[in-house]
């Protein structure tokens, strides 16, 4: 094992942090950097002069991993937010890596390849899932990293995510207020973090006014998805008079299936989604929808990652941020039939 990783180790940083500290760079913090350069030389540690060169003249690398989805690299949310944090984390001498993953198994084989062989010094990790093996991993690892979303136990990692219980809560009071008392959901699968939350939230808004929450469909986080889950529910003896979508992507399946029908959204049924992609105001009509109430989210996930490699406490980079709903035509009133 080298010294730098051993110093690395008895500091309880990462090897990018401790190597930051010891050239000098403002983003870490003076008492850390102060820390690693006292460590240094209680151990008579010294820099590697030509190693040392070599690390200020290359880019460091940031690593972000994405499911790859039929016909486009990753979900067009995290590609817009994506985008954003890259500019931030240039401005910093950091690249952003995209990576594309089919699935859970050869995401994490991507993980071991990156962090085990040294090619990236942090990772923003997207679309948590409530047992979130890559962020046990990434812990393991001890390796600067940030997640979008939360986990089932979030309490020691640095994170940002939106408050989708409380939204789709709002969303569901909004729909009884327009007099809607059989309020369907068409959820993602359980096991991603936001699915769970944005589910628990329309439940919560149900037991409000003490209606049932048996209409509901999980389908995958896709337009095809969508498609096919509201075709299920306009299919029931009661079918529902409102489909609140975990996603707008959903969202924009269930407006088709809707049209197959001759129905229309917000006259015929309502329907509501969440992310507010720019598709979304050029659907047939506007999809309602909603979003997280912050407008630099990617700025933020990008400044959250730069402080944890300056070694700044995780559980002091944790932020909830309000969703708002943004109102379009497809949330209109229960239709008077039966």
């Known amino acids: 094992m080298s010294n ?8 309880g940083l990462s090897i990018t942090t401790v190597s930051r500290a010891l050239d000098g760079y403002s ?20 820099p590697n002069s030509a190693a040392r060169s070599l690390r200020r003249r290359r880019a460091e690398v940031v690593a972000v991993t994405l499911p790859l989805e039929p016909g486009q690299f990753g979900p067009p949310l995290f590609l817009n937010m ?35 062989g040294g090619r990236a010094d942090a990772v923003i990790v997207v679309r948590t899932r409530l047992d979130d093996e890559r962020v046990a991993f990434l812990k393991n690892r001890g390796i600067p990293f940030v ?20 939204g789709f809560a709002e969303a569901t009071r909004l729909l009884v207020s327009l007099g809607h008392r059989r309020i369907a959901h068409i959820a993602a699968p359980q096991d991603l973090t936001f699915a769970h939350l944005r589910r628990k939230g329309w439940k919560a808004g149900l037991q409000a006014h003490d209606l049932p929450d ?35 992507s959903i969202a924009t399946g269930a407006l088709s299936a809707l049209k197959e029908k001759g129905l229309r959204a917000g006259r015929d049924i309502a329907v509501i989604g969440h992310d507010n992609l720019p598709s979304a ?29 300056g070694g700044r406490d995780p559980r002091e980079l944790q932020t909830i941020l ?12 229960a239709a008077n039939w039966t």
Do not use: W
């Open 4 to 11: 730098l990783r051993l110093l690395a180790k008895s500091l």
């Open 27 to 46: 983003d870490v913090a003076p008492p850390t950097r102060e820390r690693v350069r006292a460590a240094a030389r209680a151990i008579n540690y010294r």
């Open 82 to 116: 994506l985008a954003v944090c890259s500019q931030r984390l240039a401005e910093n001498g950091l690249d952003l890596m995209l990576l594309p993953t089919a699935n859970a198994a050869a995401e994490m084989e991507t993980y071991r390849r990156l962090v085990d």
């Open 147 to 166: 997640t979008h979303g939360r986990i089932a136990d979030s309490s020691d990692h640095a994170f940002i995510d939106g408050d989708g219980a409380a």
């Open 214 to 248: 048996q209409l509901e469909c999980i389908a995958l986080p896709t337009e095809e998805g969508g498609y096919e889950a509201a075709r299920q529910l306009l299919e029931r003896p009661e079918r529902p008079t409102a489909l609140l979508c975990a996603t707008d």
């Open 281 to 309: 105001a050029f659907t047939d009509p506007p999809l309602s929808t909603m979003e997280i109430a912050a407008p630099d989210v990617g700025r933020r996930l990008a400044d959250m990652l730069i402080a944890r490699l």
């Open 322 to 333: 309000p969703v708002r709903q943004v109102l379009r035509a497809t949330h209109g009133p």
